[in-house]
């Protein structure tokens, strides 16, 4: 049984054009799906719209997203948005917007967990505590006491995976947690990412646009084009040899570091041609 | 790094302890002006009319700071004005801050057709002529106390919509409020809770503006004479008075005029040094 099966999913600008068309993935309870696509492809949207924080101007159209077998799209806003609250989490992308700089590192993380479901101060505080220590934030009693501005990059993500993790969701959408990041703290980052989703069995959905990092962390793997999803496989038929030209395009772009005199191999032009004319009226 | 935050504090601390200190020594005069002014404020003794300050020629001790052309002492009156001056300050500037925060704040986090009523509302309003509409204001319903008050809230609460909607969106649109959306958080506990504390710093600066600016509207509107009844002292009352002997005695003008220029310098110098203690990037 799946944890997540987005089905069908239509997502569009209102009064515009299409941003997702007929996405259908599934994530099972404990694994970690790759979501890769080129920029505007919509990786993103996807993310938001299981959560629930789609921008204004966006409207689902059709579909479903069901969460542990019921249909977020059919709950009221409110069940809706305390059932995401409960079992879900994000790891957002850029992490100097993503933590409220009036606030205190500690009130960040434990505020949720008091506030929202229930623990008490003296738990979530010891929980926080824990937390750091397993994002291998050395001194954390004194990283709770400091506000974000004093913080760097690396250990502000470390921060908001820590706090993803806090309440056990069965689901995390990670997306692009390592891109706002500079290459060396990259690989601890997914390290932590990938640690932590084992330890803890959680299900995750990895949105990037970084070949590379999707062969680390993850088990399956959906491309996305145009707002469609072009492929849906595993992390080793994908590597062995992609179904979809597109792919097969996408990954003979990824740049090889072991041989340095290669040139770039940009998704030819007949490629992009075939998949749009694919998406548009397959 | 460490050295230029230093500096930004070091100068933010003076300049926030001397308006403090300033205003805090207007508000003492206020409360306690009866046991402080040295005369009656409203007593004319048309003899020892013009009297110049203490250290001039032919100055009377008992007048430290001269008296105006029908012998009242100018340095009660100034003492009696702070009460009008402070009261307009406080009751209208919290008011203002209030009404203007508040609408603002909806408009900018909550969007749709609530931004666009009180968008409009705003620019509307804004369309009229403010120094117009006061004394338009203030002729409908009378002078007085409660009529100046009325007239700055009315006419000054789209400067605090305007900056606070401003804010509020820049602050909608960051991940933290995503986040705690995705936590679960309800609108208004995100409100609250995650949009407010970095508005704030804006608000405190814009509110001692207001209070700053709430002076000197009731200064003009004491020029003007639309002020409170003529015989009770207001800064802005004297100073129109003294423009007129200004040549004979210039102490009638100066001395208020001063106090009313560090009150308003003041109040908008604390709310800059609040606003670089307050945020917390600076601090």
Redesign the interface.
């Given at each position: 049984m799946n944890y997540l099966s987005v089905r069908h999913l239509t997502v569009r600008l209102k009064g515009g054009g299409l941003l997702l068309r007929d996405v259908s993935l599934e994530v099972a309870a404990g694994e970690v799906r790759g979501l890769v696509g080129e920029s505007g492809a919509g990786k993103s949207m996807i993310g938001k719209a299981i959560l629930g924080i789609l921008p204004r101007a966006v409207e689902i159209t059709g579909g479903q997203i069901v969460l542990d077998g019921t249909d977020l799209l059919t709950l009221p806003p409110a069940q809706r948005r305390i059932r995401i609250g409960a079992t879900c989490a994000l790891i957002p992308q850029d992490p100097l917007t993503a933590l409220n700089p009036s606030h205190r590192i500690g009130r960040q993380i434990t505020d949720r967990l008091v506030d929202i479901l229930g623990w008490s101060r003296m738990g979530a505080e010891a929980r926080a505590l824990e937390l750091l220590a397993d994002v291998q934030i050395t001194a954390p009693e004194h990283v709770l006491r400091q506000y974000p501005h004093e913080l760097s990059g690396g250990m502000r993500q470390r921060i908001l995976i820590a706090s993803a993790f806090a309440a056990e969701p069965k689901l995390i959408i990670a997306d692009e947690p390592t891109t706002a990041l500079d290459v060396t703290v990259q690989k601890q980052i997914l390290k932590l990412i990938a640690g932590l989703q084992a330890k803890h069995g959680t299900a995750l959905l990895f949105v990037t646009h970084d070949l590379g990092v999707v062969s680390k962390v993850c088990q399956s793997l959906s491309v996305l084009y145009a707002g469609k999803v072009v492929e849906d496989t595993t992390i080793r038929r994908f590597f062995a040899g992609p179904a979809h030209p597109y792919s097969a395009a996408l990954l003979a772009a990824t740049p090889k570091y072991t041989d340095p005199t290669a040139g770039l191999n940009p998704v030819p032009e007949a490629v992009l041609a075939a998949v749009r004319a694919e998406v548009e009226h397959g | 790094m460490a050295d230029g935050r230093m500096e930004v504090r070091r100068r933010a601390g003076l300049r926030l302890w001397l308006s403090a200190a300033w205003l805090a020594v207007v508000v003492v005069v206020a409360l306690l002006a009866p046991h402080l002014a040295p005369k009656n404020p409203l007593e004319q003794d048309l003899f020892s009319g013009r009297l110049p300050p203490f250290w001039q020629h032919g100055a009377d001790p008992a007048f430290v700071l001269g008296t105006d052309s029908l012998g009242r002492d100018v340095l009660s009156r100034i003492i009696f004005g702070s009460r009008i001056a402070l009261s307009v300050a406080l009751i209208s500037g919290t008011l203002t801050c209030l009404i203007g925060a508040s609408l603002g704040l909806l408009a900018g986090f909550f969007?749709?057709w609530v931004d666009l009523v009180i968008s409009r509302l705003i620019d509307i309003w804004m369309a009229f002529p403010p120094v117009l509409f006061s004394i338009l204001l203030i002729a409908v319903i009378g002078p007085g106390l409660g009529s100046i008050i009325l007239a700055i809230v009315v006419i000054d609460w789209t400067r605090f919509a305007r900056v606070v909607r401003a804010e509020a969106m820049a602050q909608g649109a960051?991940?933290?409020i995503?986040?705690?959306?995705?936590?679960?958080?309800?609108r208004m506990?995100i409100l609250w809770?995650?949009v407010l504390?970095?508005v704030?710093p804006i608000i405190v600066v814009l509110l001692t503006l207001e209070m700053g600016i709430a002076v000197i509207v009731e200064a003009i509107l004491s020029f003007v004479n639309l002020s409170i009844s003529t015989d009770f002292p207001t800064w802005g009352g004297m100073i129109s008075e003294g423009r007129a002997s200004v040549h004979q005695a210039w102490w009638v003008l100066v001395f208020p005029l001063v106090t009313l220029f560090l009150t308003v310098l003041s109040f908008s110098q604390l709310g800059e040094g609040l606003k670089d203690r307050f945020d917390?990037?600076l601090?």
């Open positions: - | 969007r749709g960051m991940d933290y995503a986040s705690a959306r995705v936590a679960g958080r309800g506990g809770r995650e504390p970095n704030l917390p990037v601090r």
